[in-house]
């Protein structure tokens, strides 16, 4: 992420007093917002935006995976000035899960022909392909895995990939093999079946102009708080809505 775009989120959650994590390391996700609904504490993935168009940009390589996560997320759009030396905050839109859904549903029907394609075509693999790629072997190593696999896999999911004793030594059977020969295959297929940095349209977040979506100041943080609010009791069982314990 560009220096700017950065600090200009990092703005962003401290106006709206958001959890934040530096390092994006909580699975891809920016921040949290946790608020009290009638007794209930609950929990909000938060995917944090600026912008100084009228789109937002979004991630490169945008696939299956970030479908899946954005359809449980709120989004938290800042739009700032185009000047150069300090872009001022404009507006904010706080929107939904279902807010983002037909703007999502559309980038899932441009990608989803391309993975479905990468799933089946792994699936199709046989032990005749495990042979031309790893060559022919009654089992295989743990070094031969990850020669396949790379590292997709923690060292406790290769350590589990040992499912047979051959001598005292711990093994891959060709049957564990040719499943992970699968999953690599699906893996480099997938990256195919993306797009590089869909942009949010003008077209869709121009539909909650005038609406409460709009968060002002100078109390930014009450307003997220209450678009959370609203939905968790509209919407108390949709599983962007994580419970936590009091």
């Known amino acids: 992420m560009p220096v700017q775009d950065d600090e200009r989120e990092r703005e962003l959650v401290r106006m709206f007093n958001l959890d934040w994590d530096p390092a994006h390391q909580r699975a891809g996700v920016d921040a ?115 020669q396949l696999h790379k590292q997709q896999w923690t060292s406790e999911e290769y350590a589990a990939a040992l499912d047979m004793d051959v001598n005292g030594s711990p093994r891959i059977s060709p049957t564990k093999m040719l499943d992970i020969l699968r999953l690599r295959s699906r893996y480099i297929a997938e990256r195919g079946a993306t797009l590089n940095n869909p942009h949010i349209t003008k077209a869709h977040l121009d539909t909650f102009t005038g609406t409460d979506r709009v968060v002002s100041g100078p109390n930014w943080a009450e307003g997220v708080r209450k678009i959370a609010r609203d939905f968790a009791r509209a919407y108390p069982n949709h599983p962007a809505i994580a419970t936590l314990q009091s």
């Open 32 to 146: 949290l917002l946790k608020i009290d609904v009638d007794g209930r504490l609950c929990q909000f993935e938060v995917e944090v935006k600026s912008s100084t168009n009228t789109t937002v940009s979004t991630a490169r390589d945008v696939g299956m995976e970030h479908i899946r996560k954005w359809r449980s997320m709120f989004f938290v759009i800042g739009f700032y000035s185009k000047e150069a030396r300090r872009p001022e905050l404009k507006h904010c839109l706080c929107l939904t899960p279902l807010d983002m859904e037909p703007w999502i549903a559309a980038i899932e029907a441009k990608i989803l022909i391309d993975f479905r394609l990468a799933i089946r075509a792994a699936k199709r693999l046989v032990l005749e392909d495990l042979h031309d790629v790893c060559g022919a072997q009654d089992s295989y190593t743990l070094h031969n895995a990850k």
